[in-house]
C-alpha cells in the first residue's frame, strides 16, 4: 500500500464516504474530507491533523469548490486521488417533480460533481499523474426503476460525462474509475440522503408502493456491505490499470448483465430496420 496519496474525498460525514475516509486514515494516507460542515466531519472524522484536513464545502458553489481545493494544496501540495462521492436520491415521477426538484438534484448530482473535476484537474494534469472515481450508481445504467427517473438521469449524466473523461484525460496519465454501486446498507434511504416529491400524485400506485418499501423494507436491509464497497475502492486505487466500469454488488452485476442481455437481444430482434437507414 502507497500511503503517500493524498484523497480528496466528497460526501464524507457520512456513508460510503466516511467509511472511506476511516479506513485511509487508519492506513496513514492523507485525507482531505469535505462537506456542507466542517465541524460534522470533525465530529466523525476526529480533529484537523497532518493527515486529515475537514474541509466545509458547498458542491454546487464553484467558488467554495475552488477554495476547497485550493486550501488542500496549500495543506498536502497534491491530490493523488479524487473520490466524488457527494449526492442524494430523488424518489418521484417526472410528472410530479417540479422543475425546481429536478434542477436542485442535478445541481448537487451532476454539476457539483463537474465543479470538482474542473477544479482538480489542472493539478492532475500538471502531474501528469492521478486517479478519479466517480460514484454513479446501478441506476446510472439501469434505468428502469418507476419513480426513480430524475435520479437515474442524473446518474447515467455522470455515467456519460465520466466515460468521455476518461477518454480526454488518459494522455495526461489520470485514470479514471465509473462505480455502479448496488443497494449498500447506508443511511441513502433515511430522510436525510433522499427526498420525495412536494405533490405526491396519488394515480402513481406502483411508485407509492415503491417508496414505501425503499422506505420500510430496504432500508436497513440492503445487502452490499459498505466496507466492502470502501475496500474495493482502496485496492482499486492501487492497481496499474485499474477498471473503467466497476460494478459493485451481486444486485448491481445482475442488473448490468439483464441490461445487456435485453440490449442485445433488441439488437438482433430489431436489426434490420437499424441497418436498413443508410444510402
Given amino acids: 500500500m502507497d500511503n503517500n496519496k493524498v484523497w480528496f474525498i466528497t460526501g464524507a460525514s457520512k456513508g ?12 496513514g494516507q492523507r485525507v482531505a474530507a469535505t462537506s456542507r460542515s466542517e465541524a460534522g466531519l470533525i465530529k466523525v472524522l476526529g480533529s484537523p491533523s ?62 457539483g460533481l463537474l465543479n470538482v473535476i474542473r477544479n482538480t484537474m489542472p493539478y492532475m494534469r500538471a502531474n501528469q499523474s492521478g486517479h478519479i472515481f466517480n460514484i454513479s450508481s446501478i441506476a446510472g445504467y439501469n ?11 442524473t446518474k447515467f449524466a455522470v455515467s456519460g460525462l465520466t466515460e468521455s473523461l476518461a ?15 448496488g443497494y449498500f446498507r447506508t443511511d441513502f434511504l433515511t430522510d436525510s440522503s433522499l427526498v420525495l416529491p412536494q405533490n405526491p400524485i396519488t ?25 466492502k464497497l470502501a475496500d474495493a475502492l482502496i485496492k482499486m486505487s492501487t492497481e496499474e490499470n485499474p477498471a473503467m466500469h466497476l460494478f459493485l454488488g451481486q444486485d448491481a452485476y445482475d442488473m448490468a448483465n439483464v441490461k445487456i442481455e435485453n440490449v442485445q437481444k433488441e439488437l438482433e430482434q430489431w436489426k434490420e430496420v437499424s441497418v436498413s437507414t443508410g444510402f
Fill in 50 to 111: 497532518e493527515n486529515f484536513l475537514p474541509l466545509e464545502m458547498d458542491l454546487t458553489n464553484e467558488k467554495s469548490v475552488k477554495n476547497a481545493i485550493e486550501i488542500t494544496i496549500s495543506h498536502f501540495k497534491t491530490i493523488d486521488v479524487l473520490v466524488n462521492n457527494a449526492g442524494y436520491g430523488l424518489l418521484g415521477t417526472l410528472e410530479e417533480l417540479t422543475d425546481q426538484e429536478s434542477r436542485k438534484n442535478y445541481d448537487v448530482n451532476v454539476f
Fill in 143 to 153: 434505468g428502469g426503476f418507476p419513480g426513480w427517473g430524475i435520479y437515474c438521469s
Fill in 167 to 181: 477518454a480526454e484525460v488518459k494522455r495526461f496519465g489520470v485514470n479514471v474509475t465509473l462505480v455502479y454501486p
Fill in 203 to 227: 394515480d402513481y400506485k406502483e411508485v407509492r408502493e415503491s417508496e414505501s418499501a425503499h422506505k420500510e423494507s430496504i432500508n436497513g436491509n440492503q445487502p452490499g456491505d459498505p466496507e
Fill in 16 to 27: 460510503i464516504g466516511l467509511l472511506l475516509a476511516q479506513k485511509l486514515l487508519a492506513q
